[in-house]
């Protein structure tokens, strides 16, 4: 992968995890750059949670109180972050999802919008929630559920 130029004004993002991984690696050490958090003014974000950076964070979306965001972290339009709830590096959770108090989402897990998550359920790293599901217990790691109650597919 190779820069253009020598200064860099604007900065795309990509879905793909690994091309997000390979960019943010080749520019920390070409160029020496760190990201910065993307918070749409009308997120509501408590004072009392704690973020990483490189994240993306859309409108409507709340986060609750003592909560934490990793780095890289695409949280999209409208999702509902409760309280106490700990999401790792390079996760995306899709519009509309609500992840209730207690959750522990691991590393590069990908959340379908709409997805409900129940309180004290833990996602293990690179496991892939489908769309409109409700996880009501442990997924495990790289696992993809769906449905409601969500089951392996």
């Not at 130029?5 to 997000?20: K, T, Y």
């Not at 897990?109 to 009501?136: E, Q, T």
């Amino acid at each position: 992968m190779s820069v253009i130029g020598e200064e860099c004004d604007v900065f795309v993002g990509f879905e793909e995890i690994e091309v997000r991984k390979n960019l943010m690696q080749m520019l920390a050490d070409t160029r020496k750059v760190m990201s910065v958090n993307a918070i749409n003014d009308k997120a509501i974000l408590s004072t009392t949670s704690e973020f990483g950076y490189g994240n993306y964070i859309g409108a409507g979306v709340i986060i609750g109180s003592h909560s934490k965001v990793g780095s890289h972290t695409i949280i999209h339009s409208g999702a509902i972050i409760n309280h106490e709830v700990e999401i790792g590096d390079y996760v995306q959770i899709g519009a509309g999802s609500i992840i209730n108090s207690g959750v522990v989402i691991k590393q590069e897990v990908f959340v379908g919008s709409g997805v409900i998550i129940v309180s004290g359920v833990k996602i293990a790293a690179g496991a892939r929630l489908g769309g409109g599901s409700v996880v009501i217990k442990d997924v495990e790691e790289g696992q993809t559920v769906f449905g409601n109650p969500a089951e392996t597919v």
